[in-house]
């Protein structure tokens, strides 16, 4: 089904795509030198690498800088697909329509304790009144910028992010399902305390297809690995889902195989397998 011909590297029959965070990061949000030196051999004799991730291209790149990248990535947990050697958006699913402002205002009034955050393709925007000392910005591993969102709204919002405790997150849930967003997006936990909405054909998944449809990439037999409920979709979509050691329950029984944690060197674990024609 993969075969691409007779004078074949290694690995030109694979395309890897790996989620980042509690995946191809430990947990000091390190690429170990295990998976560096081997995703260097993996693209060093065919096989296309690249992540899926929930964060914007320009911050990746700070954790990504000494990885060999070869493929568009995706961006913003689906929203988006772009080539870092051609620095060109490959693809794109922006939040759409006046209800977003209006859910975003409602937010803002209604529910002070939550951030709430707007990911365009440039940056991320606070829009609640956020003092800059909260712990939820004190702790933010990427740049960003206060906005109100009227002041923003020329741009694509590519995703729109609730940062609180779960208990406030869940009842704007339900504040959004009363206006009916849920119909026309992709939303979800990607961590306990963060809640994110996309656009209703973005997701990891969703954006997997288009990658896969890429003219370096068709053939290619498609592993992915994740760890989190977003990443669900992205490893029943592959041809083989592979689910960190670490991940969560569900995520594990999306799979085809958990493999070892992220601080174990899942990325160098996955590419062992193809080595040993298990995958």
């Known amino acids: 089904m993969w075969t691409r011909g007779v004078n074949m590297s290694r690995y030109d029959n694979y395309l890897l795509v790996t989620d980042m965070d509690g995946t191809l990061l ?22 296309r690498f690249c992540v899926a991730t929930g964060r914007t291209a320009e911050n990746a790149a700070i954790f990504l800088h000494n990885v060999n990248i070869n493929t568009s990535g995706i961006f913003f947990n689906g929203a988006m697909l772009y080539d870092y050697k051609k620095q060109r958006i490959m693809a794109k699913e922006p939040l759409v329509g006046e209800i977003w402002q209006q859910y975003v205002d409602l937010l803002v009034e209604k ?22 000392e909260a712990p939820v910005l004190q702790a933010m591993s990427f740049p960003y910028k206060f906005s109100r969102w009227q002041d923003i709204q020329h741009l694509d ?18 504040e959004a399902e009363k206006i009916g967003l849920m119909k026309i997006s992709n939303s979800f936990f990607s961590e306990s305390n963060f809640y994110e909405f996309v656009a209703a054909n973005a997701s990891k998944g969703h954006m997997l297809e288009v990658l896969k449809a890429l003219p370096e990439n068709q053939g290619r037999k498609v592993i992915a690995m994740g760890d989190y409920a977003n990443d669900d979709y992205m490893l029943k979509m592959a041809d083989v889902g592979i689910a960190s050691g670490n991940a969560l329950l569900q995520t594990k029984q999306a799979a085809d195989r958990v493999g070892v944690t992220c601080d174990e060197g ?11 024609g298990e995958i």
């Not at 925007?125 to 800059?132: E, G, H, I, K, L």
């Open 266 to 276: 899942l990325t160098a674990y996955v590419i062992d397998l193809i080595d040993k």
């Open 111 to 132: 529910y002070p304790e939550i951030c709430v955050q707007i990911y365009a393709i440039d940056t991320c925007y606070v829009v609640s009144n956020t003092p800059p």
């Open 26 to 47: 430990n947990s000091q949000r390190q690429v170990s030198e295990k998976n560096l030196a081997a995703i260097d051999r993996f693209t060093a004799e065919g096989g």
């Open 157 to 174: 919002w590519l995703k729109l992010m609730l940062v609180g405790e779960p208990e406030l997150l869940h009842q704007a849930k339900e």
